[in-house]
Every structure is written in C-alpha cells, then in structure tokens.
C-alpha cells in the first residue's frame, strides 16, 4: 500500500505561481511513476505531467514550458513537486498526486488550484 499526501495549492491570479508537493509513505519501494492529475469542474480527470524513475517527465501540451515536475527517490524518500508558473483561468482544477506500483495506481486526496483572472 501506498499513502500520497499533498500540499500546496490555493488561490493566485493570473500569470502567478504556485508549487505543489507529495510525498508518498507505506511501501514506496518500486514505485515507478509519480505524477500529477487535474480535475476541472465537469471535466474528466487528466494527466498534467508524469515522470518515471530515470525517464524524462511527460507534460501535457498546455502546460508544457510553464511547469515543472520534479522527482526525489533518494534513500527510502519517494516524493513529487509540480512548480507551476505563468498560471492561466483554465489551469483551476483540483490537482491530484498519483503513483504506480506493481500495477496499482495510488491516490492522493487532492488540492485545489484556482487561478483568478
């Protein structure tokens, strides 16, 4: 099992910044992706930026040059930050940490972005 905990997020206005974190817990041994998801208002979930353990990161097209995903597995650590510059309206959504291990995807609750014009 793993435990994702998030931090970060709130509220900005456009063109600011804003840096989320998680960290994982539980059996982080063999995680191979860490990432972040976003959920907009009546919008399905999607995937914002991905890296794997010695791979480049994956960003999605509209977030590409604005964000940055950044990985720590040093030593038993497994954690993932999202710095997000230049934010847009339409980045508001609730950020999701996410983590794959043996198959299994893991969760973490969620942190509201929301990003005023």
């Known amino acids: 099992q793993v435990q994702l905990v998030e931090s970060g997020g709130g509220l900005v206005q456009a063109g600011g910044s804003l840096r989320l974190s998680c960290a994982a817990s539980g059996s982080v041994f063999s995680i191979g992706v860490m990432g972040w998801y976003r959920q907009a208002p009546g919008k399905q979930r999607e995937p914002v930026a991905i890296?794997?353990?010695?791979?480049?990161?994956?960003?999605a097209d509209s977030v590409k040059g604005r964000f940055t995903i950044s990985r720590d597995n040093t030593n038993t650590k497994n954690a993932v930050s999202l710095q997000m510059n230049s934010l847009k309206p339409e980045d508001t959504a609730v950020y999701f940490c996410?983590?794959?291990?043996?198959?299994?995807?893991?969760w973490g609750q969620g942190t509201q972005v929301t990003v005023s014009s």
């Open positions: 890296t794997t353990s010695g791979g480049s990161p994956n960003y």
């Open positions: 996410a983590a794959i291990q043996s198959g299994m995807i893991y």
